[in-house]
């Protein structure tokens, strides 16, 4: 039979893994910021499904933008909100635990890109988008929201 202290200490030992491993993953909502002007865009809600990663825009934030429809866009994102909008389709995980993809959608530049996604080795509150057209590339810092 297991003492008393030796199952709490257990019980404790569970909870703050699952804590450790909750806070780790790519998946939650994140506040964009632009990487250029210091500007916070918007939320984005970050999930799984069917093992792939996808992201909407869940709200923005930025002053003066909130309610955009995508103006710039084509096809059936013409004149639609932004918000609710998909980001990223379809991201696989890699070898290296980045997510990868054909499909950042960046709804200001009404552009489709190339992406790797990944935690911050350092702060696991900091996701890395890069997007790449050909062999140039930009990335951006997102922060995990983590008072909701």
Not at 106 to 132: H, I, S
């Amino acid at each position: 039979m297991m003492k008393k202290e030796n199952a709490l200490a257990l019980i404790c030992f569970l909870m703050f893994s699952f804590q450790w491993t909750y806070s780790q993953s790519v998946f939650g909502k994140w506040k964009t910021v632009d990487d250029r002007n210091g500007i916070v865009k918007a939320i984005i809600n970050v999930y799984e499904k069917n093992g792939a990663m996808f992201a909407h825009v869940e709200k923005i934030l930025e002053k003066g933008k909130e309610g955009a429809l995508c103006g710039k866009c084509k096809g059936e994102r013409k004149d639609k909100p932004v918000e609710g909008m998909m980001v990223m389709d379809s991201l696989t995980k890699n070898k290296h635990g980045e997510y990868t993809g054909k499909t950042l959608f960046d709804p200001e530049q009404a552009m489709t890109f190339k992406c790797k996604v990944w935690l911050n080795p350092d702060n696991p509150n900091e996701l890395k988008v890069r997007g790449y057209l050909a062999f140039i590339y930009r990335t951006q810092t997102w922060l995990r929201i983590t008072d909701e």
